[in-house]
């Protein structure tokens, strides 16, 4: 399969700890983003990478998570003291520059208890 | 400042009757415009696009849009609806010159097909 990946599917977590999400993206594509998809909302910005430099953050990205792609390739995002508010799924797309179609993963379900 | 509005959250139609899924969008840039569907428990996949010419796309599944520049909508459309066509519509747009920016979705629409 040469679609994004993502790791975990899902995530079960206690407030407080710490979790890593990873996102593989397809091959060759050098942008990759960041999604949070809370329940009966679309999906909203949070970060994009072309290559390893990470070139924009929302406001959505509190100082509690952090997001690296250290070599261009896979991502990861780190939500740190998690809170119950949280709790969404983390969705990573990626595509080529100036392409026109992002492709998705199947996404990571955070649940903070 | 929401730049998609989908006015329906969600739609329930018969088995192989029309549907039209609502779209609005406020920008006074250009923009691109995207539907992309949700099934349950599954990512999101590219429905259809509209990035310049024809103002009527075509995507997959037997789905269209019209793009109205002067109403500001991208209405989806499908002239017989399936079964398995139940899943979540997100509208979404790219605003400006940059065609991989981030993209910015709407709420989403709940398609049910009844029986």
């Known amino acids: 399969d040469t679609g994004v990946s993502q790791d975990p599917r899902h995530k079960i977590t206690k407030r407080g700890q710490n979790v890593t999400f990873r996102c593989d993206p397809i091959?060759?594509?050098?942008?990759l983003y960041w999604y949070r998809q809370t329940l009966g909302q679309g999906p909203e910005f949070l970060t994009y990478?072309?290559?390893?430099?990470?070139?924009?953050k929302s406001r959505l990205l509190s100082d509690r998570f952090s997001a690296e792609r250290p070599k261009g390739s896979f991502s990861t995002l780190e939500i740190q003291r998690t809170e119950q508010g949280d709790s969404a799924m983390y969705l990573c797309?990626?595509?080529?520059?100036?392409?026109?179609?992002?492709?998705f993963g199947p996404g990571t379900r955070l649940t903070v208890l | 400042a929401q730049s998609v509005t989908q006015l329906d959250s969600q739609v329930p139609v018969f088995e192989e009757a029309p549907v039209e899924l609502r779209c609005n969008y406020s920008?006074?840039?250009?923009?691109?415009l995207f539907w992309y569907v949700q099934y349950p428990n599954q990512g999101l996949q590219l429905l259809l696009k509209?990035?310049?010419?024809?103002?009527l796309v075509k995507g997959i599944n037997g789905f269209e849009a019209e793009f109205n520049k002067s109403q500001t909508s991208f209405h989806l459309r499908k002239p017989s609806v399936h079964i398995s066509d139940t899943a979540e519509y997100f509208c979404?747009?790219?605003?400006?010159?940059?065609?991989?920016?981030?993209?910015?979705f709407g709420k989403g629409t709940r398609l049910h097909i009844l029986p």
């Open positions: 990478f072309q290559n390893e430099a990470q070139l924009e």
């Open positions: 797309a990626s595509t080529r520059s100036s392409y026109n179609e992002q492709f």
């Open positions: 920008s006074s840039v250009s923009v691109y």
């Open positions: 091959s060759e594509h050098n942008r």
């Open positions: 979404a747009v790219i605003l400006g010159r940059n065609r991989d920016d981030k993209i910015i």
């Open positions: 509209y990035l310049s010419g024809s103002t």
